[in-house]
């Protein structure tokens, strides 16, 4: 692919594939969970936020460690791999993926919260009002007024996705393929002193995420630009 | 002020203890606990106070050649010192081996008292091993399955951690149900089955220390690594499930 | 009046300092206002009867329809065949003037015809037919209020919300949307609960209206009818004033002059020709009453009412308002009087004295159907 070897290109597509397939993960998750945080009045809630930004604040190896528990025979992890007859969901693509999504949930969740709570409770009335019940409120009013937000944290949960090097490195397993995707990869070459492939996989890496933020920045901007 | 005061006059007053001096040691991670001993040991002995840093050997080189601080290395190879000595990093003729480390099959979930027999039934869907391409114990396991004929069927089956600590994880965690791993990780560890892989079946993990440049002219790291080759720090080495030279 | 003829409210409850106790029973049909100083609890009272607010002691029945009671029957808001327009427009910033008017209509046909509000008519009756195609952000603050009357009116509701909804407007755009206003009341058959602390628009758009301070409803009526009493707060007011519903008797095309019949005397007003038998409004404030004992000599003054003292209330240090009952047996329409204690006391006036009020200025409100 584009001429280069396969053990340069097959690591750029698992990238590619885990980042995309985190992002859309994430917003589905991210998007409920968000609604309630910035609705919600439960006492509890912030505890909840508090959670949910841990990942942000502990050491990979320590994120890395609970992920293998959780995703391993001992764990709930262990316990739907079963129903294919596999052990553990660690060093599967399915375990990087959820690896992935807990790592990067608060870079998504917390910018979809603040497009919520920024919406405030007035549309919603207003929504009330005009015969909208609160799930045809939340998709034809708060969701639509709420997509910067999204859009952002889609950019965010894919730049943070991409990146991701040590829980993936965690519980990948390194396999060819399946996980070797690109952090491991260039872990690989600076190892084996093979700089000049590590440096076109990090440098190729630096450009592609990059086009991707700038190019939702433009959009969103155009967005905002038609709204208003 | 006052702050700042007394902490210079503390400083000073450290440095001008020539008696007990401090020597910065890199260690490499597979020999966290028994350096810790030796180190206290040494202290007790000598007044001098070893300060260890753990970590990756490999990381540890690439510091060492840009200038970190260390003043004696102890690898997880004998690769990486000679390197250091080649680029007039550390003093050639301080290069000794310290420990041998040793192959071992673990695992939590199956038997594997006789390794060979349990690699070749294959009972299992995952071997943890260290990444070959960053770790001695990776390459050794790689070379005793070689050695025993097995690679190629244990091929697919294969789960590389990024260091032996994380190849260890996988097999502890029981994400894989066996893998190779060192000696000394299994040290005080009662569960589960092991086999040491003979030694016929790899070659020696050699693991070398040397005397940093920066430790040329450092009376405690000179005296550091005199003691690691004494009679005490061996017994302690040997306890923790290395071989000796 | 039966249960499907009116709307009844009635809500007790404490939100942090404020504590509620309001109720009232006003007609299903006609503006009915809410009106009282800032604070008093009228937005609370509207938010419960739209259901957004849920005081546990509440009843709402409307048209015969249990909204609320206090058995815990509680109809969720956008279940409730209801329209509310609130102080600041809020339109949806997402969606076109047309998706907003649209928002909330039913997609159905439903019992279409029977008194259905058609998108037309409410393009027609708020002039929106320019502003359709624009983005909400693009429009004037008189503009978004218009567009947020017609939403709420194409929900096809059973029940007219208004809260303060010119509040928010400058002199000139309140002046503009008024007479929407009142064509809306005219020309829909739809009860409309309006709040306002502003007396002028009370006046112009309410049937009835209910009082409300601190929390509390202190008087519900017709408006000429709590204007006039001197237990309320209207009617002691620095600015007082009554309002009378007057019939057009004739017009004096030499002079330019309009006589209006009222209940218990005639009032004349410079103002242009109108049709003979068409209803207005009246004001009369109560400053700008005097009263004398005997008919007055030659005068400017035009409108000299025989008129009958019902009630007098010392308000300030030396001031009296004077409440009169127009006609020589004091049986007619109310008037305000407001009157130094000394010249109270000069004319020996007192409760029941005949006297002739003399008004020098009557402001008469713009007729039916015409934009002001």
């Known amino acids: 692919m584009l001429g280069l070897p396969s053990d340069i290109w097959v690591p750029i597509q698992l990238t590619i594939e885990l980042a995309a397939i985190t992002t859309l993960s994430l917003l589905v998750v991210a998007t409920p969970l968000a609604w309630w945080l910035a609705r919600s009045r439960a006492a509890w809630k912030e505890g909840v936020a508090a959670i949910v930004s841990l990942p942000i604040v502990l050491p990979p190896t320590v994120l890395g460690f609970y992920l293998l528990i959780l995703l391993g025979p001992d764990?709930?992890?262990?316990?739907?791999?079963?129903?294919?007859?596999?052990?553990?969901?660690?060093?599967?693509?399915?375990?990087?993926?959820?690896?992935?999504?807990?790592s990067s949930m608060p870079f998504v969740v917390q910018p979809i919260r603040n497009a919520f709570a920024a919406i405030g409770d007035r549309p919603l009335e207003v929504a009330a009002t005009l015969r909208a019940s609160p799930r045809r409120a939340f998709w034809t009013v708060a969701l639509p007024l709420a997509s910067p937000g999204l859009l952002t944290g889609a950019v965010l949960g894919f730049a943070h996705a991409v990146g991701e090097f040590g829980v993936v490195l965690m519980i990948g397993g390194n396999i060819?393929?399946?996980?070797?995707?690109?952090?491991?990869?260039?872990?690989?070459?600076?190892?084996?002193?093979?700089?000049?492939?590590?440096?076109?996989?990090?440098?190729?890496?630096?450009?592609?995420?990059?086009?991707?933020?700038?190019?939702?920045?433009?959009?969103?901007?155009?967005?905002?630009?038609?709204?208003? | 002020m006052r702050l700042t005061a007394l902490v210079a006059a503390l400083g000073a007053f450290l440095a001008s203890s020539a008696e007990a001096a401090?020597?910065?040691?890199?260690?490499?991670?597979?020999?966290?606990?028994?350096?810790?001993?030796?180190?206290?040991?040494?202290?007790?002995?000598?007044?001098?106070?070893?300060?260890?840093?753990?970590?990756?050997s490999g990381a540890f080189f690439t510091q060492i050649t840009h200038?970190?601080?260390?003043?004696?290395?102890?690898?997880?190879?004998?690769?990486r010192p000679k390197a250091a000595a080649d680029g007039g990093f550390a003093l050639a003729d301080s290069l000794f081996t310290y420990a041998i480390g040793k192959l071992v099959l673990w695992s939590r979930v199956i038997d594997v008292t006789d390794g060979e027999a349990a690699l070749k039934a294959g009972q299992f869907q995952k071997l943890s091993i260290a990444n070959p391409v960053a770790a001695p114990y990776g390459t050794a396991a790689v070379e005793a399955m070689k050695a025993l004929g097995l690679y190629d069927a244990l091929q697919p089956k294969i789960v590389q951690g990024n260091s032996i600590a994380q190849a260890f994880q996988f097999v502890d965690t029981r994400n894989a149900e066996v893998g190779f791993v060192a000696l000394s990780q299994l040290y005080g560890v009662t569960a589960g089955t092991r086999w040491e892989v003979p030694q016929t079946l790899y070659s020696p993990i050699r693991q070398d220390a040397v005397l940093l440049k920066t430790g040329?002219?450092?009376?405690?790291?000179?005296?550091?690594?005199?003691?690691?080759?004494?009679?005490?720090?061996?017994?302690?080495?040997?306890?923790?499930?290395?071989?000796?030279? | 009046?039966?249960?499907?003829?009116?709307?009844?409210?009635?809500?007790?409850?404490?939100?942090?300092?404020?504590?509620?106790?309001?109720?009232?029973?006003?007609?299903?049909?006609?503006?009915?206002?809410?009106?009282?100083?800032?604070?008093?609890?009228?937005?609370?009272?509207?938010?419960?009867?739209?259901?957004?607010?849920?005081?546990?002691?509440?009843?709402?029945?409307?048209?015969?329809?249990?909204?609320?009671?206090?058995?815990?029957?509680?109809?969720?808001?956008?279940?409730?065949?209801?329209?509310?327009?609130?102080?600041?427009?809020?339109?949806?910033?997402?969606?076109?003037?047309?998706?907003?008017?649209?928002?909330?209509?039913?997609?159905?046909?439903?019992?279409?015809?029977?008194?259905?509000?058609?998108?037309?008519?409410?393009?027609?009756?708020?002039?929106?037919?320019a502003l359709l195609d624009r983005a909400p952000g693009k429009l004037s603050g008189g503009e978004r209020q218009r567009v947020a009357i017609g939403r709420a009116l194409l929900s096809q509701p059973k029940l007219l919300l208004m809260d303060e909804p010119l509040s928010a407007l400058d002199r000139a755009t309140k002046g503009e949307i008024l007479p929407f206003l009142e064509r809306l009341r005219d020309r829909l058959s739809l009860p409309i609960v309006?709040?306002?602390?502003?007396?002028?628009?009370?006046?112009?758009?309410?049937?009835?209206?209910?009082?409300?301070?601190?929390?509390?409803?202190?008087?519900?009526?017709p408006l000429d009818e709590l204007q006039s009493d001197p237990a309320l707060p209207l009617a002691i007011a620095r600015d007082a004033a009554v309002t009378l519903d007057g019939v057009i008797e004739k017009h004096d095309s030499g002079y330019g002059l309009l006589t209006l019949s009222v209940r218990g005397g005639s009032l004349i007003v410079p103002a242009p020709k109108a049709s003979t038998g068409e209803h207005r409004r009246v004001r009369v404030i109560a400053g700008d009453v005097s009263l004398a004992r005997e008919p007055p000599g030659l005068?400017?003054?035009?409108?000299?009412?025989?008129?009958?003292?019902?009630?007098?209330?010392?308000?300030?240090?030396d001031e009296i308002i004077a409440v009169l009952a127009l006609g020589a047996d004091g049986s007619g329409a109310r008037l305000l009087s407001r009157l130094t204690r000394k010249s109270w006391e000069q004319l020996r006036l007192a409760e029941g004295t005949s006297v002739y009020a003399q008004v020098k200025a009557v402001a008469l409100a713009p007729g039916r159907g015409e934009l002001g």
């Open chain 3, 194 to 221: 309006y709040i306002t602390h502003a007396i002028a628009e009370v006046e112009r758009l309410a049937d009835q209206i209910v009082l409300m301070d601190k929390g509390r409803v202190i008087g519900a009526g």
């Open chain 1, 75 to 102: 764990g709930p992890g262990g316990a739907i791999a079963s129903l294919w007859g596999a052990r553990t969901l660690a060093f599967t693509f399915t375990g990087l993926v959820i690896g992935s999504i807990v």
């Open chain 2, 67 to 79: 200038g970190a601080p260390f003043e004696v290395f102890l690898s997880a190879d004998s690769e």
């Open chain 3, 1 to 129: 009046m039966t249960d499907g003829e009116t709307i009844r409210a009635a809500f007790k409850g404490t939100l942090g300092k404020f504590s509620l106790d309001a109720g009232f029973t006003a007609p299903a049909k006609g503006v009915t206002a809410l009106f009282g100083p800032s604070g008093c609890g009228k937005t609370t009272v509207l938010r419960c009867i739209a259901g957004l607010l849920r005081l546990p002691d509440g009843l709402c029945v409307v048209g015969g329809d249990v909204w609320q009671d206090r058995d815990g029957a509680f109809l969720p808001t956008h279940k409730r065949p209801l329209g509310y327009v609130f102080q600041e427009a809020s339109l949806f910033a997402h969606l076109s003037v047309r998706r907003n008017l649209m928002f909330g209509a039913p997609h159905s046909e439903g019992d279409a015809g029977r008194g259905r509000i058609a998108f037309d008519e409410v393009v027609e009756l708020l002039s929106l037919t």
């Open chain 2, 22 to 56: 401090q020597t910065h040691i890199a260690v490499a991670a597979n020999f966290t606990e028994p350096a810790k001993e030796i180190a206290a040991l040494f202290n007790q002995k000598t007044g001098h106070e070893a300060v260890l840093s753990f970590g990756a």
């Open chain 2, 216 to 245: 040329a002219d450092s009376e405690a790291s000179k005296a550091f690594l005199e003691f690691l080759k004494g009679p005490e720090a061996r017994a302690i080495i040997e306890r923790f499930g290395y071989a000796l030279n």
């Open chain 3, 299 to 317: 005068s400017s003054i035009l409108n000299v009412l025989p008129a009958r003292i019902v009630s007098a209330t010392p308000v300030e240090a």
């Open chain 1, 176 to 228: 060819p393929g399946r996980t070797r995707v690109m952090s491991t990869a260039i872990f690989d070459f600076v190892e084996t002193m093979r700089w000049r492939d590590a440096n076109m996989l990090a440098g190729g890496m630096v450009v592609f995420a990059f086009a991707v933020i700038l190019s939702m920045i433009l959009l969103e901007k155009r967005f905002a630009r038609a709204r208003a």
